[in-house]
């Protein structure tokens, strides 16, 4: 019996079935495993979809996530850093707890501060466990060998005391807390406007240490860009207290509505990030856009047109005849535009708001609306920087700010000419 026993072990086919059950064992466990990573590094792509990594670590043409975008502030040129698991010129020698520091505490894994131009004042609400899906996923990149340049930030901000100094006077590191007199769903919201979708890092306004200066999301310029990003609170800007979740999902999600339009830095993140998220999170991030933005006034009867002086008349009947030259054809004899295609100028809250910034540089370097599942092919709207002179331009971008029931106040050749060399 035990000649029998210790032949069956010596035996060839033992050897085989030995061979193949610990195979199936290998290949069962690494099938658990594969369960178990992958849905968590997709989680973790979506995620970092929701935070638009991919938007600021790309280059133009560039391999995804291996940095080198560079990011122009008015403390100097940033360089963003190579992300992909790369062992020498990425994060591939990085724990979960070091990017977690990254995230939460913006410290660089050599303890080196970050500085805010990566947007931690924001991720720093994002969870441990959201945080480390996203790391899940950018392990499984493909690490690509990419040094990118260092960056060229001006003296004296290139200092890490200063930077120490400005972290504890404005950083407020912390995972967002749910409010339990809220729903689940308006938290879901919150949680993504306030944290990945970093709303505040350009919906807000910055004293001259680049700090947030007044509550959230109430609007302010874009350092370095002269791009202003609209208060998404007051009615009079791109505040959404009163319109419909759906009206709020559609312009979020597809970058337009028959009566707005995204355009620049927000048509780039409806494109990257936006568009990508679930239907449920789109109308979680609604719910809660909505309830932050107070309710329309009745702007037309509250407030008085002030009598125009002979000046400005005229100044403005200069400006009409350029629009019916080159912007009525598209726009619309009385700037009513075309529904989804050519946003109405009347009535259109972008064109009125008190900073024309915006208004200036889409005449100038004209701009499409991010093209998107839900709008595949957006019309565009030409630049007009060599068409015609900054004075016509402040012209006419005057006459549009004031025809039509719009007010909004006048624009010379000088802020026009403050707004070029900026193309986006
Ligand atoms: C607005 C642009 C921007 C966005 C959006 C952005 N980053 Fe960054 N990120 C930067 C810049 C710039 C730096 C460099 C900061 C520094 O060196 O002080 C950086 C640094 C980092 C670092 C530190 C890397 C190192 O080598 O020290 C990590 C990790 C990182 N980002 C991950 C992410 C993740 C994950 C996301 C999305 C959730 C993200 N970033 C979104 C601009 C951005
Ligand atoms: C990189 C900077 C940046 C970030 C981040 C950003 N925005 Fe914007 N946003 C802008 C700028 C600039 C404009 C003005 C141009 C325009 O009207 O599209 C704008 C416009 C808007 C508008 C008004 C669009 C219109 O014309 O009616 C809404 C609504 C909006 N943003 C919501 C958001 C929400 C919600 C988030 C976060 C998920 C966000 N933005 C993140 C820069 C940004
Ligand atoms: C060929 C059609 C076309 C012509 C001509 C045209 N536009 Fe546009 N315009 C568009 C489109 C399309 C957009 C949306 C662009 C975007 O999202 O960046 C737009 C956007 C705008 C915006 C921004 C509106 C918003 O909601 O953010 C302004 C302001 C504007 N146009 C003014 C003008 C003026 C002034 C002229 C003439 C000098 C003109 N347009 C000529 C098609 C046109």
């Not at 996530?65 to 992909?84: M, S």
């Not at 890490?160 to 938290?187: A, C, H, I, M």
């Not at 002030?306 to 400005?312: C, G, K, L, N």
């Amino acid at each position: 019996m035990k000649r029998l026993f210790l032949r069956f072990i010596g035996s060839r086919q033992t050897f085989l079935f030995i061979a193949c059950s610990l195979l199936l064992t290998l290949l069962t466990t690494n099938l658990a495993l594969a369960d178990f990573t992958e849905p968590q590094s997709q989680q973790g792509e979506y995620l970092a979809l929701a935070g638009n990594c991919k938007g600021c670590h790309t280059t133009l043409g560039g391999k995804p996530y291996a940095g080198g975008r560079k990011l122009q502030t008015p403390f100097g040129e940033f360089v963003t850093p190579n992300i992909t698991p790369d062992i020498e010129t990425g994060i591939g020698q990085w724990s979960k707890e070091d990017f977690w520091q990254a995230m939460h505490h913006g410290k660089a894994k050599d303890g080196r501060y970050l500085y805010p131009v990566f947007p931690y004042i924001e991720y720093t609400k994002v969870t441990r466990q959201d945080s480390d899906k996203i790391f899940d996923y950018l392990r499984s990149l493909p690490p690509v060998a990419q040094a990118n340049p260092p960056h060229k930030i001006d003296p004296p901000y290139d200092n890490q005391f200063l930077l120490f100094l400005w972290r504890t006077w404005y950083f407020e590191e912390g995972v967002y807390k749910p409010d339990s007199s809220k729903s689940e769903e308006w938290n879901r919201g919150a949680y993504l406007v306030q944290g990945l979708g970093h709303c505040t890092a350009c919906h807000t306004s910055r004293n001259v240490w680049g700090a947030s200066q007044d509550g959230e999301l109430q609007g302010g310029e874009i350092m370095g860009t002269f791009w202003y990003a609209p208060s998404l609170i007051s009615p009079l800007e791109a505040g959404m207290g009163d319109w419909p979740i759906e009206t709020v999902v559609e312009l979020l999600s597809t970058g337009i509505t028959n009566h707005a339009v995204t355009s620049g830095p927000m048509a780039t993140i409806v494109r990257e990030s936006l568009q990508h998220l679930s239907a449920a999170d789109m109308r979680a991030m609604a719910v809660y856009l909505q309830s932050i933005g107070k309710k329309e006034i009745d702007i037309k009867k509250t407030r008085k047109i002030p009598p125009m002086p002979e000046a400005v008349r005229q100044y403005l009947a200069k400006g009409e005849l350029i629009y019916e030259k080159h912007c009525q054809d598209c726009h619309g004899e009385s700037g009513q535009g075309v529904s989804n295609i050519y946003p109405p100028l009347a009535g259109n809250r972008s064109v009125t708001l008190t900073s024309p910034l915006n208004t200036i540089r889409s005449v100038l370097y004209g701009g499409y609306p991010p093209s998107t599942a839900g709008n595949k092919r957006p019309y565009g709207m030409p630049p007009y920087q060599h068409i015609i002179h900054d004075t016509e331009i402040a012209q006419v971008v005057s006459y549009i700010r004031n025809a039509w029931g719009n007010l909004g106040s006048l624009v010379n050749q000088f802020d026009v000419d403050d707004s070029r060399g900026y193309e986006y």
